[in-house]
């Protein structure tokens, strides 16, 4: 007997991480997918659709999947928030809005939920630990306590596990840290700046002096691979063993930033500076027209420099000055066992982004 055909809605469709679930779900048999995002793209693929919805309003969410019956749903959006710009020294301190990410969450899932349905992943990451706020317990274990609420990935939780009680299906959540990755839709992530601060240093003749903290420099960090979280993200949406379970994600190594910095130098043919502390934000403010520059002069794909680089991200990220490491124990124990080399994978999307002619 054949296995009743499945279909998965993405909300958020256009990350990187959701543009490499689209294709892996989209390229398994008996699988269609019906991604929604603000702005649909083309699809070449005959079992992958979109439709466009606005997540704050329910009726714009059912209007959007109405006549169509889901199996899985995976949600991997967010409202918009300025938390990357709200760190100290500023006023406020990591703190994001928790009603209109909870009201995302349960707009879609309450208006896509049918009698089809089997189960819901939802997308959080590595703040649920307090990252955003200090020093973190290491490694970051998924049984660890929270940290003071506010901080949204509670209260969508909260509702997963109220919601999935009530009906015939299941939950997962997944919390990487600091997602990375390749794709021409998604916008800019911290390799693409990373990469971007690397040319215009270039461009302007500097060393590739490293912008972070000291601390960061030197301490243990670690990425998750947007491939990686999206093959993990299908695993869970399968998995018995992931049924109501949240589960740390990263490439399965940790790295140190002064064993990797002077690979970054080479790969774009510099000489590797000093660790000079700046808030790129500030600093890179007048640096459009250096990139047009560079555009111009490596027939790079006319992108504005914001959409290459977010400075306020990268500032976020750099500011670790302690070690962050997620244990992957339960996730391997479980059933997933997908690692990558983070050093070589940063390398690699490096010159992916400079084969797509985004960075030189």
């Known amino acids: 007997m054949s296995e009743p055909a499945r279909h998965m809605l993405i909300a958020g469709a256009?990350?990187?991480?959701?543009?490499?679930?689209?294709?892996?779900?989209?390229?398994?048999?008996?699988?269609?997918?019906?991604?929604?995002?603000?702005?649909?793209?083309?699809?070449?693929?005959?079992?992958?659709?979109?439709?466009?919805?606005?997540?704050?309003?329910?009726?714009?969410?059912?209007e959007a999947v109405?006549?169509?019956?889901?199996?899985?749903?995976?949600?991997?959006?967010?409202?918009?928030?300025?938390?990357?710009?709200?760190?100290?020294?500023?006023?406020?301190?990591?703190?994001?809005?928790v009603q209109p990410n909870l009201a995302m969450l349960e707009n879609i899932v309450n208006a896509a939920r049918g009698p089809d349905l089997r189960h819901v992943h939802a997308v959080m990451g590595s703040k649920w630990y307090g990252i955003h706020i200090g020093p973190v317990?290491?490694?970051?274990?998924?049984a660890d306590a929270g940290h003071m609420p506010p901080n949204y990935y509670f209260s969508?939780?909260?509702?997963?596990?109220?919601?999935?009680?009530?009906?015939?299906?299941?939950?997962?959540?997944?919390?990487p840290n600091v997602i990375t990755g390749t794709r021409d839709r998604a916008g800019p992530n911290f390799i693409s700046t990373i990469g971007a601060y690397a040319a215009i240093c270039r461009h302007l003749g500097l060393p590739l002096d490293f912008p972070g903290k000291p601390g960061h420099y030197t301490?243990?960090?670690?990425?998750?691979?947007?491939?990686?979280?999206?093959?993990?993200?299908?695993?869970?949406?399968?998995?018995?063993q992931a049924e109501n379970q949240a589960f740390n994600v990263t490439n399965?190594?940790?790295?140190?930033?002064?064993?990797?910095?002077?690979?970054?130098?080479?790969?774009?043919?510099?000489?590797?500076?000093?660790?000079?502390?700046?808030?790129?934000i500030q600093w890179m403010a007048d640096k459009g027209e250096v990139w047009n520059d560079i555009v111009r002069e490596n027939e790079l794909r006319p992108l504005p420099l914001n959409q290459v680089a977010s400075w306020a991200f990268a500032d976020f990220v750099f500011s670790w000055d302690y070690d962050v490491i997620s244990s992957t124990t339960k996730i391997r124990k479980a059933g997933f066992h997908e690692i990558l080399d983070t050093g070589d994978m940063i390398l690699a999307q490096l010159e992916d982004f400079r084969r797509r002619r985004i960075l030189p």
């Open 252 to 280: 399965g190594d940790v790295f140190r930033w002064e064993d990797i910095w002077p690979n970054v130098a080479r790969h774009f043919g510099m000489e590797v500076g000093r660790v000079r502390h700046m808030s790129l």
């Open 14 to 62: 256009t990350g990187v991480a959701t543009q490499f679930l689209i294709d892996i779900v989209g390229a398994t048999p008996g699988w269609k997918v019906t991604g929604l995002c603000r702005r649909p793209p083309e699809s070449s693929q005959p079992n992958v659709s979109y439709v466009s919805a606005d997540l704050l309003d329910f009726e714009s969410c059912r």
């Open 156 to 175: 969508q939780q909260k509702f997963l596990e109220e919601a999935s009680a009530k009906g015939d299906w299941s939950w997962s959540t997944s919390r």
């Open 219 to 240: 301490s243990l960090q670690e990425l998750s691979d947007a491939e990686v979280l999206a093959k993990s993200i299908f695993w869970m949406c399968q998995s018995k």
């Open 66 to 97: 109405a006549g169509r019956d889901f199996t899985h749903i995976v949600y991997a959006a967010r409202a918009p928030h300025s938390l990357y710009t709200a760190m100290k020294p500023y006023e406020r301190v990591g703190i994001e809005d």
């Open 137 to 142: 317990r290491t490694p970051m274990v998924e």
